[in-house]
Each structure stands twice: as structure tokens, then as C-alpha cells.
């Protein structure tokens, strides 16, 4: 009887446990087992794991070898524990040194032949890894460049199980496939140039939509924009992230670990652009907040986190879809709870909307080419609830464009300037909110601003109370947009003027 162990990480979403993987070779009718929760993919794993050493020349044991994945009471998933329990069963057989395992987090996932294949979800490993103070770990080749973002690692890559064996003082026969001696693609921008959001003076007219987006950029507010079709719903929203503050260093690792999760680290790298996030309006639930069986997957609300969730058409979207949005607006997380435990996710994002008028899209103006019903127009609209419209910060008409005049190009705000204005007042908010770790306007407590705010500004907010033109709920949000609209003008606090400003902003009277 013999007993090996390896040490590799598991995911319930964004975090990260160490799993203990024990490997007990004992006497019996051949057999292989791996007890502890693991999932079908990680059951699968047996004749993965069994063709793969045999590949490397590993005679494999002709009696029971039962894998233990401890803590039993957690569940495991995926793939990317083959390589460990490979490594466990052959120091159990004494093919490799157990003691060159010792501390050590070995991660991949095999093939029949033995080769490495790439895992997703390397990035919150390795920073979990890092923090509990583990230092060397083992990864697939093929995620050599992910692997390399995080320093303060002895970080070893390995193509096919033989080199495990021979790392670890054993002795394999192997050959590797000449695909698999290539380098792996840089990292660092993604595998081609960053994709830089095109520019706001691209955009015809609507300068005062370009101002509101300024202030929704500044202050992390959300955005819904009414118009008729082709008026530059669609072209303001998705550039957008070209205007918001960048993203710093720990923000950007946020946003990679989410998309190294969702495996789409590859093609979008690390970088300071905000993500953007467009899911179609026919997406379900699951796809929006996110879902599955099991062990619940982000959805477009995670992958939009620190950047933006842009909700095109946003009355056709099924009113049980949007009434998932309301939780996560609030908190800034969502919480999934599916039949395995309940996973957590990062959300929080900045929702754009866009909506016609009507369904017919021409409920504009004197309304003369409208031909909706009445209740047509009711229907449509009714979808986007008072609650949600509550929590949308910004309602602003894009009017038609009636007129082009010079040159299509360069015309109005660029949005390297804008960017500009909404880093300046992203820091003014930043040192003010310091103590309080609020990175945003758009967090701040009620209690704060009302004891902040200047009386005659708060009072301008009692009166829309009074008119039943805000909730509290609506006036707590228009004075963080005066709040917002003082750190564009570069005063310490924001006056009448910016009050009346915010509160127009929040009734569409603007």
C-alpha cells in the first residue's frame, strides 16, 4: 500500500480553495476512483489521467488506485485537476519524488497522449495561490503568458506529463507533437493590438447626449436614452469606455480573472479600457445575471463588471430579465444559488439603455408618421418598470439629427478630451470618498450627501419631493449628480445651479 499527494486549486466562481488530492494504491481487482464531489467532466478524468501516464511510459498499477479530493464537502469541477491527480499517482507508485510535490500547485488538463492542455480561470488561481502564501506552482504551457502576469511566483510550465516525470527526478519516454512546441501568444494586449473604442467626434451632432454621457462617465451613473431609430443611440453607448476613467492596476486584474474564468482572457488581454458588454435582446436570465446547473457561470453582468452593460432595445428585453438587473444595480454583486451552493459575482457595472419612443419608433415630434395604438405604446414602455426606472440616474432624449453640416468627421468633443475631464473628476471624487472607499459619485451614501449638500441646493430637492417629480430614492441620485456636475466644473460643492442641473438630468426635462 502506498499513499501519494499533490496540491492543486479549485473555483466556486471568483474564489478560489486549495484542494488536497491524495492518491491510495492498495491491493485488489484493477480499479480507479476518484471520490470527494467531483463533477462528470472531473470523474472523466480517470482514463484521461490513466492513458496519459501510460503515454509517458508509466506502467500503470494493475491493482485498486482510489484519488481522494479533500475537503470532501466542496464541490469540484473541471478539468483542470488532471494533472495533479497524475502527479499524486505516480509518486504513490514511486515514479517521481514525493517530496518534490511538497508545496507545490500543479494545474492542467491532460490529453490521451499526454500532452498539457490550457485551463481557464489560471488568473484568480495564481493570485490565490500568491496570497496564502504558496510559491511555486506548476501550469500548462499553453498558459505560459497568463501565468507570467502575476509576479512573486517560481512559475514552471510543462507540455506533456513526461516532463512532470522528469522534472520531479523520474524517468519517462514521450514525444512531443510538433504543434505543441510553438510559443504561446503575448498576453499583455491580448493575442493582437488592443481594440481601442472609436472615437465620440465620429458621432454627428448630439453634442448635449455627448455632454450627458461626460457626466455619466464622471460620476458612474447609469443612462437611459430615448430616440427614434438612427438618431446614434448605438454609436454614443459603445463609445463610451472610450471616455471613462481608466482602469487601475487592481481593477485591471478584476476584470482579467472574470474573463480568464469565462476563458476569453486570450483575446482581449490586459488592459485599461473599461469593458463593454452588449447582450442581445432576446438573452435569458441565465445569459444576463448568469446561471447553469451545478456551480452557476458569470453572465453579462460579471463580464461587464467595471465597465459597461449596454441594453440596446431596451423595452424588447423580457420584463422578468430586467427585473434581475435591480439587485445587482443596488449591491454591485450578484448571488447565485444553484443545487451545489451558492456562488458570488462581482457586478458592478454601468447600465446603458436605449428605447424608441413607441414600437414603431417614430413617436416623436408631432408624431405624424407614427402608427402604433395607444396601447401599443402603453405595452412597450411598461416593460421598463418603475423600479428600474428609478434606479437609472440620467433619462435624456437623443433627437433626430435634422441637419449635417461640413465635414462627417472630427466634428464636436474628441474623446481623448472628455477622458480627460471625467480622470479629473474621477480623482476629485476619489480624494474626496478616501476615508470612505467610495471610488464614485455614483456610490455614495445618502446620509452623506444630505448632510453635505448645501441647504438652499437641498432644498431645490424638497420642492421636486413635494411635486412627486422624485422618489427618495430619485433624490438621493440627483444630488449625486450634482455632485458630479461640481467635480466637472472643478467646485468643492455643488451649487443651485448644479442642482437644478441633476434634478432636470434624473425627470428627462433636460
Known amino acids: 500500500m502506498a499513499i501519494g499527494g499533490a496540491l492543486s486549486v479549485g473555483l466556486i466562481g471568483l474564489k478560489a480553495f486549495v484542494i488536497q488530492i491524495q492518491s491510495f494504491i492498495s491491493p485488489g481487482l484493477p480499479y480507479f476512483s476518484i471520490i470527494g464531489l467531483p463533477d462528470a467532466s472531473l470523474s472523466e478524468a480517470r482514463e484521461r489521467v490513466k492513458s496519459a501516464c501510460q503515454a ?48 507545490t500547485i500543479v494545474l492542467g488538463e491532460v490529453n490521451l497522449d499526454g500532452t498539457v492542455l490550457a485551463i481557464n480561470g489560471l488568473l484568480p488561481i495564481m493570485l490565490h495561490a500568491k496570497q496564502h502564501g504558496l510559491r511555486r506552482i506548476i501550469v500548462p504551457h499553453a498558459n505560459e503568458d497568463e501565468a507570467r502576469l502575476v509576479g512573486g511566483l517560481d512559475t514552471v510550465c510543462v507540455r506533456h506529463v513526461g516532463e512532470l516525470i522528469e522534472m520531479m527526478g523520474g524517468h519517462a519516454k514521450y514525444q512531443l507533437a510538433p504543434e505543441r512546441r510553438g510559443e504561446a501568444h503575448d498576453l499583455s494586449h491580448g493575442n493582437q493590438a488592443p481594440i481601442e473604442p472609436q472615437d465620440m467626434s465620429e458621432v454627428v451632432g448630439q453634442e448635449h447626449t455627448k455632454w450627458v454621457l461626460q457626466v455619466a462617465a464622471a460620476g458612474g451613473h447609469h443612462v437611459l436614452m430615448t430616440g427614434p431609430p438612427g438618431a446614434g443611440k448605438t454609436m454614443l453607448a459603445s463609445r463610451l469606455p472610450g471616455i471613462m476613467s481608466p482602469l487601475d492596476d487592481a481593477e485591471q486584474l478584476e476584470v482579467a480573472s472574470i474573463r480568464s474564468l469565462c476563458g476569453t482572457l486570450g483575446s482581449h488581454g490586459i488592459s485599461d479600457i473599461p469593458p463593454f458588454e452588449a447582450p442581445h435582446h432576446t438573452a435569458s436570465n441565465a445569459a444576463l445575471v448568469g446561471g447553469g446547473s451545478g456551480v452557476a457561470q458569470p453572465g453579462a453582468i460579471t463580464r461587464a463588471h467595471r465597465g459597461v452593460l449596454f441594453m440596446d432595445e431596451a423595452p424588447e428585453f423580457s420584463p422578468r430579465a430586467l427585473q434581475t438587473l435591480r439587485e445587482p444595480l443596488e449591491s454591485g ?31 416623436y415630434g408631432d408624431g405624424e408618421r407614427c402608427t402604433c395604438r395607444e396601447k401599443d405604446r402603453v405595452r412597450y414602455f411598461s416593460r421598463l418598470s418603475g423600479p428600474i426606472l428609478d434606479r437609472i440616474d440620467i433619462q435624456v432624449e437623443v433627437p433626430p439629427v435634422e441637419r449635417i453640416t461640413g465635414q462627417l468627421t472630427a466634428q464636436g468633443a474628441c474623446s481623448r478630451d472628455m477622458r480627460l475631464a471625467v480622470s479629473k473628476a474621477r480623482a476629485a471624487a476619489r480624494e474626496r470618498f478616501r476615508e470612505r472607499h467610495w471610488g464614485c459619485n455614483a456610490q455614495a451614501g445618502g446620509t452623506w450627501l444630505r448632510e453635505n449638500t448645501s441647504r438652499q441646493a437641498v432644498e431645490l430637492v424638497n420642492q421636486a419631493l413635494e411635486r412627486k417629480r422624485l422618489s427618495l430614492r430619485g433624490a438621493d441620485r440627483a444630488m449625486r449628480l450634482a455632485w458630479t456636475l461640481a467635480d466637472l466644473e472643478g467646485k468643492d460643492s455643488p451649487g443651485k445651479s448644479e442642482m437644478m442641473q441633476g434634478i432636470a438630468l434624473r425627470t428627462r426635462l433636460s
Open 56 to 103: 509517458s511510459g508509466f506502467s500503470w498499477p494493475q491493482t485498486r488506485v482510489t484519488v481522494n479530493l479533500s475537503p470532501a464537502s466542496l464541490p469540484k469541477r473541471g478539468s483542470s485537476h488532471d494533472l495533479a491527480i497524475a502527479a499524486s499517482v505516480l509518486a504513490a507508485a514511486g515514479a517521481i519524488d514525493a517530496e518534490s510535490l511538497v508545496d
Open 333 to 363: 454583486y450578484v448571488a447565485l444559488s444553484r443545487a451545489k451552493g451558492t456562488t458570488y459575482y462581482p457586478a458592478r457595472f454601468q447600465l446603458v439603455m436605449a428605447a424608441n419612443p413607441c414600437p414603431c419608433g417614430f413617436g
